[in-house]
């Protein structure tokens, strides 16, 4: 049923327009009356694909232009199916000229009904172009485009009374395209116009929309009078109607049918089979007079037959993607890390460069994206924990150094090479046996000044003399981990004072060494940053704070925004009521102690919360208020006592760790509940669960 208030106006219109390219190929009303025909098919219909682009505008803009390249990519996709399925006719009319299948792949449509396709893929490039000039510098030469179009089009006999101006179409215009309704001069300005999402109320636009559509009919008649039509699919007022059009449109929209789309798109692609087939059954079965000759029977017929066969194939089954939002998900604030990393580049002062720590999928917030959203945000210095995290990072196009913080076993110095990888020696034994593989390597060594876990010793100046000294070891830099940098006790400022004490110092003997350059050096991590002041280093390792998350709720000395990047929701499977003293789920754990509404959603253990949270008091938002999870933790679900909260229905999402409404839980909350840091729990974030970025 379609109501009035959840009209899903565009994909109804893309119904109609569809209708209107089949009447646009098949004038239904040739045989009634000319002067109607060309109104219907060369003015009304000539709405239709305007009205595609702009929808196509509409939702890119919606998704800030970021998916215009898989939106090509799928358009690209259609027209090579479009291709395919018309081979046969297509090569009737092309033969074996692989040029000009090209040419029409990319340009006119390799069967001329099907430029949609080529048109918009060159459009959204274009567009992609002109967006950099600014919004009105880009519509500007979008109009100047289209303009240039129509007078190779509706205004083609203005063009050839012009000189230079005719003969310049004749021989390079159309030396390329066999009309300018392409995606040079005619697609870009309508995704413009489409993603502007322009409105007024309806009642105006319904007026404007009229008034500008009788006023382009009035246009097309004279310019189909004056004889000056080359094509017609171009008016100096269509671009005008589509704008009241669409505002009219976008006002009544409600909602979203997408099986219409997929409708709309079928019959575009199907019709021009249909033609061929009831001309060719007309013919074989004598109907011709009236399948063929009688136009509004062909219209009909054709109509009928293309919605038949639209309908048939979309109850083709195809793979269906899984929306990542079903069941549970991490949502990922990309602005807010990159707020962070500049806010953290600025508690580092100027002359030392933040180097993102992005290890354990950053700390299960997406490796990739993540170290890609930083890297477009200028960082080019990365670390890692293993060799197979840095190889991802290089297979998805991080370019800048890569340094291995943990070890790596010499057997895979060729993959370090291979990928330019920077490997942290842990210590003198480390270097030695990869100086043994004899595969020249970038290396940034490791000290230790005082926490014992890795590095060479900060006084053994005879170890470091010695691999600086190896033939295939480049030592690009020298670095050390500070282990109490967090704690602001007396004991512990005076400890991580001391370490930093020996790095500089064991910086300043390898720079005595003749020959030797110590390179790049480094000793922060997040806290090193918080907790003192700017030092005289080359790379802080930013990881934790990056994220915009503290390890614990200890105070910190310097006064950093952060702004936590991950959310963490799932949804609500299933609400039941227990009568009191029932009790529920695994070990009969839960036990009602008044009448309980129970609420079981979709996260559990696997995904990386631990087995015992609610016992130590877990909660999670469920529109906007905290309710308690109970019971046990399931390997896939958790009970929550959501007695309280009104209106609770399967498909609700709650928010285990992030904002919901005015309310918030903090990923350092949570942490403490299960007696660990942040940084342990975020990165045990289970692989299953989609990473989403925040809209
Ligand atoms: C993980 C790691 C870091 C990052 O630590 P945060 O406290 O998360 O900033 C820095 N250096 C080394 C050697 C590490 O292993």
Redesign the pocket.
């Known amino acids: 049923m379609i109501q009035r208030e959840n009209l899903a106006a565009l994909d109804w219109f893309r119904i109609a327009a569809a209708v209107l390219v089949v009447a646009n190929h098949t004038s239904p009303l040739a045989t009634v009356d000319a002067g109607a025909d060309f109104l219907l098919t060369r003015v009304l219909a000539r709405l239709a694909v305007p009205f595609f682009l702009m929808v196509t505008g509409y939702f890119l803009a919606a998704g800030g232009w970021r998916k215009a390249g898989q939106t090509a990519k799928k358009l690209l996709l259609y027209d090579l199916l479009a291709t395919a399925l018309y081979l046969p006719l297509s090569f009737s009319i092309i033969g074996w000229d692989w040029a000009e299948w090209l040419r029409r792949l990319l340009i006119d449509g390799t069967l001329y009904h099907l430029w949609y396709f080529p048109a918009a893929i060159v459009g959204i490039g274009v567009v992609c172009l002109l967006r950099r000039l600014g919004a009105g510098a880009a519509l500007a030469a979008a109009l100047a485009l289209y303009v240039l179009g129509l007078l190779g089009d509706s205004y083609w006999g203005l063009t050839q009374q012009l000189p230079l101006l005719g003969p310049f179409y004749d021989h390079v215009i159309f030396a390329l395209t066999e009309y300018t309704r392409n995606g040079l001069f005619y697609a870009p300005l309508f995704l413009l116009l489409g993603s502007f999402g322009f409105r007024m109320k309806r009642v105006p636009s319904a007026v404007c929309f009229a008034a500008a559509l009788l006023a382009m009919a009035a246009e097309a008649w004279t310019l189909h009078s004056l004889d000056w039509q080359k094509h017609d699919s171009m008016y100096l007022l269509l671009p005008l109607a589509m704008l009241f059009l669409f505002s009219l449109l976008l006002d009544f929209n409600r909602g979203q049918r997408p099986a219409l789309r997929h409708i709309s798109l079928l019959v575009y692609l199907v019709h021009p089979w249909c033609i061929v087939l009831i001309r060719g059954g007309a013919g074989v079965l004598g109907l011709e007079a009236l399948l063929v000759e009688c136009a509004p029977v062909h219209f009909l017929a054709v109509l009928m037959m293309s919605f038949l066969m639209a309908l048939l194939l979309a109850a083709v089954p195809l793979p269906q993607k899984c929306a990542p939002t079903g069941r549970a998900w991490r949502e990922i604030d990309l602005a807010a890390l990159r707020r962070n990393a500049a806010a953290l580049q600025e508690c580092l002062g100027q002359s030392c460069r933040l180097m993102a ?1 992005v ?1 354990a999928e950053a ?1 299960g917030h997406g490796g990739v994206l993540c170290a890609k959203t930083l890297q477009k945000a200028g960082i080019n210095a990365f ?1 890692v ?1 293993t060799l197979s995290e840095a190889v991802e990072l290089r297979k998805a196009g991080i370019h800048g150094i890569i340094l291995i ?2 070890y790596t076993h010499p057997s895979q110095a060729r993959a370090l090479r291979f990928w330019r990888l920077t490997q ?1 020696v842990v210590d003198a034994e480390h270097a030695r046996s990869l100086e043994k593989m004899r595969v020249p390597l970038h290396i940034h060594i ?1 000290v230790d000044t005082g926490m014992h876990r ?1 590095g060479v010793p900060d006084h053994d100046l005879a170890a470091l003399r010695g691999i600086y000294r190896s033939k295939y070891l480049k030592v690009d830099g020298i ?1 050390s ?1 500070l282990c109490v940098s ?1 704690s602001l006790t007396e004991e512990d400022v005076r400890y991580t004072a001391q370490q930093a004490e020996r790095f500089y110092h064991t910086v300043e003997a390898v720079e005595r060494i003749p020959g030797c350059s110590a390179g790049k050096i480094h000793l922060q ?5 918080l907790n003192l002041p700017p030092q005289p280093c080359d790379y802080g ?6 994220y915009g998350v503290y ?1 614990d709720d200890a105070p910190v000395r310097r006064d950093v925004d952060l702004q936590p990047v991950l959310s963490l929701r799932a949804r609500i499977a299933s609400v039941r009521i227990l009568e009191t003293g029932e009790r529920a789920g695994y070990g009969l754990a839960f036990v009602a102690r008044r009448r309980t509404k129970l609420a079981v959603a979709t996260i559990g253990y696997a995904d990386g919360l631990p087995r015992d949270w609610p016992e130590k008091g877990g909660k999670v938002l469920l529109h906007g208020v905290y309710v308690p999870a109970v019971g046990r933790l399931c390997m896939d679900q958790m009970l929550l006592d959501v007695t309280d909260v009104p209106n609770v229905r399967q498909g609700d999402v709650i928010t285990v760790i992030g904002r919901d409404g005015n309310a918030c839980i903090r990923a350092e909350t949570v942490a403490r509940q299960c007696g660990t840091i942040s ?1 342990e729990l975020l990165s045990r974030l289970g692989q299953r669960l989609p990473v989403v970025r925040r809209r």
Do not use: P, Q, W
Request: hydrophobic share 50%; no cysteine.
């Open positions: 720590v290890k700390y670390a924990a913080l943990g942290t490791a890795l670095f981990h967090d991590a997040s806290y090193g940053a390792r930013m990881g934790i704070a990056l390890s940084n």
